[in-house]
């Protein structure tokens, strides 16, 4: 099935971190409205911390909300570079999100454990409502990197011989990424320019394995369209 792929083009990360900021509040109301709760699976990188530290302000109901994560390095649990730490320190500890609804991968364990304990912890979610995606240099998003095979059943992927440290790592699997209702890709800055080219021309990476029913919405900056 070709994913419908929508481009929402800004001149700059500040303007994309602005309108995603945006969407994420609409998306959340709407799924607080309708189903009683927002399931909404967190991105790593400094756009995304950005939203994160913006979202602080939000007006919204904050013990509906249920915070996943895409992916996760093996880590300390206390380690700076972890999502999950990057996430508290930006917005979670900031605001009245009840520590349940927050399912932080316990990578500290190590990948094997860390994904079997995941894999339960998500096991009961038919449907995320909206799942935030970067993209690499290479193409890789979340931890799913180029040339890395993987059983495509799985929902949670042990990650190891990652390209960028450290190697080993636990990622939600493209099958688990794209059960969602919106799925955001969020993707600044100069460096981006060639994997995003390839990605236009259709070449197989990691980001165009992500295939939601209902598309992917790509915000971009000037810098990463070249």
């Not at 939000?58 to 999950?84: F, H, Q, V």
């Not at 900031?94 to 990578?107: D, R």
Request: charged share 25%; aromatic share 8%.
């Amino acid at each position: 099935m070709q994913t419908i792929n929508q481009w929402h083009q800004f001149n700059t990360a500040t303007e994309v971190a602005d309108e995603v900021l945006e969407q994420i509040l609409k998306s959340a109301e709407r799924a607080i409205s309708e189903r009683g709760c927002f399931k909404l699976v967190l991105a790593g990188g400094s756009t995304p911390e950005k939203i994160y530290q913006q979202l602080v302000n939000a007006d919204t109901d904050w013990s509906k909300w249920m915070i996943y994560y895409g992916d996760e390095r093996c880590l300390p649990a206390d380690d700076k570079d972890r999502n999950s730490i990057m996430a508290s320190n930006a917005l979670l500890s900031k605001v009245a999100i009840p520590a349940e609804n927050i399912f932080t991968m316990p990578t500290e364990l190590g990948a094997e454990v860390a994904a079997e304990k995941y894999r339960e912890a998500i096991a009961d979610v038919k449907q995320f409502d909206l799942v935030l995606l970067g993209m690499g240099e290479d193409g890789h998003t979340a931890s799913l990197f180029p040339g890395h095979i993987h059983d495509l059943e799985e929902t949670v992927h042990e990650v190891y011989n990652s390209p960028k440290p450290p190697s080993d790592r636990i990622s939600l699997s493209a099958k688990s990424l794209a059960k969602t209702l919106q799925c955001f890709f969020i993707v600044t800055g100069s460096s981006k320019v060639d994997p995003v080219k390839q990605w236009k021309q259709g070449v197989d990476l990691p980001v165009s394995t992500i295939a939601p029913e209902n598309g992917v919405d790509i915000y971009i900056d000037s810098a990463a369209l070249g």
